[in-house]
């Protein structure tokens, strides 16, 4: 059974950079159907996408926070990163990393997100 | 940028009732692209729906999406006590390429 795994610090001070691994277990990283991302939720509050990569190294993000983004992924050790720099309070939230499968029934794609870490809390503070 | 409104924002009921949570996108969305996900206090979003009316692998028959262009439903046909919880759809394509809605709770009247 695939599960995903987030890592990282809980605490970063304002102005540094974020970083977050999440670790793939129980199947590969390596999949052509799938697309590796980061979803995050401040306290209280609702969803918020950060990101998405491909195995290949292939990367989209959200246009929001695209000049502060950088995911990653090594395929070596089923991994894929997230790097949030230049942080400040509004940073703090729980992120989570996920999974983002295609089903393909002709002639339609579905896109849905099927498997989640548990997630991880991040603090921005001094 | 498409942007989906969830509404009600809450949603009081009772177990047994039937719930109806409403999630509409400011431009038409393919119903293969929108999702609905559950989340519990404390836990990770949890897929239900897909592709607007397609239940995840495991999901109770009680749970059914129906819905497209920029209209979607999210329909709880009898209320267990484990449904009570937060629910967002979500979208698949626009730029930015992925959103959520902004939630609704459900909770227990």
């Known amino acids: ?126 | 940028e498409i942007v989906l409104t969830q509404s009600p924002g809450t949603l009081s009921l009772s177990p047994g009732e039937r719930a109806t949570l409403s999630c509409r996108a400011s431009q038409s969305v393919s119903s293969s692209y929108l999702a609905w996900y559950q989340q519990k206090p404390g836990q990770a979003p949890r897929l239900l729906i897909y592709g607007a009316s397609s239940r995840a692998t495991g999901i109770p028959d009680r749970f059914s999406g129906s819905g497209s262009g920029t209209d979607f439903t999210l329909t709880i046909s009898r209320l267990e006590p484990e449904d009570f919880a937060v629910y967002y759809c979500q979208q698949y394509g626009s730029s930015p390429k992925l959103t959520f809605g902004g939630g609704t709770k459900v909770e227990i009247k």
């Open chain 1, 1 to 126: 059974q695939l599960q995903l795994q987030e890592s990282g610090p809980g605490l970063v001070k304002p102005s540094e950079t974020l970083s977050l691994t999440c670790t793939v277990s129980g199947g590969s990283i390596s999949s052509s159907s799938y697309y590796w991302g980061w979803i995050r939720q401040p306290p209280g509050k609702g969803l918020e996408w950060i990101g998405s990569i491909y195995y290949s190294g292939s990367t989209y993000y959200n246009p929001s926070l695209k000049s502060r983004v950088t995911i990653s992924v090594d395929t070596s050790k089923n991994q894929f990163s997230l790097k949030l720099s230049s942080v400040t309070a509004a940073d703090t939230a729980v992120y989570y990393c996920a999974r983002r499968t295609v089903t393909i029934r002709i002639p339609y794609y579905y896109y849905y997100m099927d498997v989640w870490g548990k997630g991880t809390t991040v603090t921005v503070s001094s």
